[in-house]
């Protein structure tokens, strides 16, 4: 199986590099991970104390983010290592303060993973949620560097739990310790054997709090909102948008009316306003003339987290295509929140669902039911938004456990 992983991994990296001219991610991925270890080596020097962080993507990153502060605030002399494999996750967090060197992650051949362990050779390495990668688990392994895994999910469809899976078992058996998100988890990784395993829960409702206390105020949006009720779609794609719009068409006075859309190009917002039969403004475009527009269309990066605290009711975008996107933001400040039905491997959704704080919609007459009970029960409204914003404040805490167990029960006794 190991020859076979070998194998498989030259064959994807062969293949980025076919369709690199064609595939713009492939192609940040290809240009990204040239001559990394000039760039670590430009970074890190061999006298320096160094941790090493990897995150897939942007969502991995939001949850390692706390974890990466919280070691850096407690020890400020060690130098983070971060990585990344997807460009959508190192292009928009390659500059983040608060590591100390950002690279992509080479390809996983024993030859890449050996030379960037021993050029780093960190205190300790933590993966975030998923992302097993052997070559680097065993060079990490072989040198007795301890690994983490920090706030995995565990399904029983995945490889480690079918009879075929005891070579991806084994990469389990090299983490030091593994904190895991739920019971499940726990109990599947113990069904296997495996003994360090921690429930600590979930480091993105820590992270949505942090965000929480720092939102800005958005005064365009205050002037639009005016004394009316809003409704805010975060993250939306065509499906999600189709079925809001006609809802607008059709009622657009119920309320004021926001979109974030997930991709903000000229070709797509100008698609979006198509739907939209009312009258409408781009954020980058409003002013006072256009404060009595019924649906305003955040045109922008990085607005959408504070957004929110100006919003009634939140519907998050995915929910047609791969999966929703976050939703525990809206969830933060006590709003209810809509979503399609692609979110069966999102255990926040499930679990607001059955608290009663999140709805799933599949077609315009759900979302409209869903709507106008939110809009004319107020017991229900109420009922809804309090589960929310309850379901965020027992869930937050897990960066405190997984710090207490990496430093100080693991790297402090290393150290002395």
């Known amino acids: ?27 940040l991925l290809i240009k990204g991970r040239k001559k ?10 061999p006298d320096d104390r160094t941790m090493w962080i990897h995150c897939a993507s942007l969502g991995e990153f939001e949850q390692g ?6 070691i850096k605030k407690k020890d400020p002399e060690i130098k983070v290592v971060l ?20 690279v992509y992650l080479p390809a996983d051949t024993p030859s890449n993973a050996i030379r960037f362990v021993n050029l780093i050779n960190p205190e300790y390495a933590i993966l975030i949620k998923y992302e097993f990668w052997n070559n680097f688990i065993s060079a990490l392994y072989k040198k007795s560097i301890p690994l983490y895994l920090v706030s995995g999910i565990f399904r029983p ?47 993105r409702f820590d992270r949505v709090v942090q965000i929480t206390g720092t939102a800005h105020d958005i005064p365009q949006l205050e002037k639009f909102k005016g004394s009316e009720r809003l409704f805010l779609a975060g993250s939306s794609w065509e499906p999600d948008e189709i079925i809001i719009t006609r809802y607008i068409n059709e009622n657009p006075t119920r309320m004021k009316w926001v979109f974030a859309p997930h ?6 917002i100008e698609r979006l306003e198509k739907l939209i039969k009312v009258k409408c403004v781009r954020f980058s475009e409003f002013n006072e003339a256009s404060a009595d527009a019924r649906v305003l269309i955040i045109d922008n990066i990085g607005m959408l987290s504070s957004a929110y605290k100006y919003a009634y009711i939140s519907a998050i975008g995915g929910g047609f295509g791969k999966g929703i996107h976050n939703i525990l933001e809206p969830a933060c400040w006590g709003i209810p929140v809509m979503f399609g039905p692609r979110h069966e491997k999102f255990k926040e959704a499930i679990d607001l ?50 710090l207490q167990e990496i430093l100080i029960k693991d790297i402090n006794k290393l150290r002395s």
């Open 353 to 402: 669902i059955n608290e009663n704080g999140a709805m799933t919609f599949d077609s315009f007459r759900k979302f409209s039911d869903i709507l106008d009970k939110l809009l004319t029960d107020e017991s229900y409204y109420l009922k809804s938004a309090k589960a929310a914003v309850n379901y965020i404040n027992k869930n937050v805490g897990a960066t405190g456990k997984i």
């Open 263 to 268: 991709e903000i190009d000229r070709p797509n």
């Open 1 to 27: 199986m190991k020859i076979l992983y070998n194998i498989g991994i030259y064959i994807f990296s062969a293949i980025a590099f076919i369709v690199s001219p064609f595939n713009p991610k492939a192609s």
């Open 65 to 70: 983010r706390p974890v990466i502060e919280a």
């Open 83 to 102: 990585t990344f494999f997807s460009p959508s996750g190192f292009e928009i967090r390659k500059n983040y303060p608060g590591a100390d060197c950002i």
């Open 36 to 45: 990394w270890a000039e760039k670590i080596a430009g970074k890190i020097s």
């Open 157 to 203: 469809d995945q490889h480690f739990f079918r009879w075929y899976g005891s070579f991806f078992r084994e990469m389990l058996r090299k983490f030091k310790k593994i904190f895991v998100q739920d019971q499940k988890s726990l109990d599947l990784l113990s069904g296997i054997g495996l003994k360090n395993i921690f429930l600590t829960g979930d480091t």
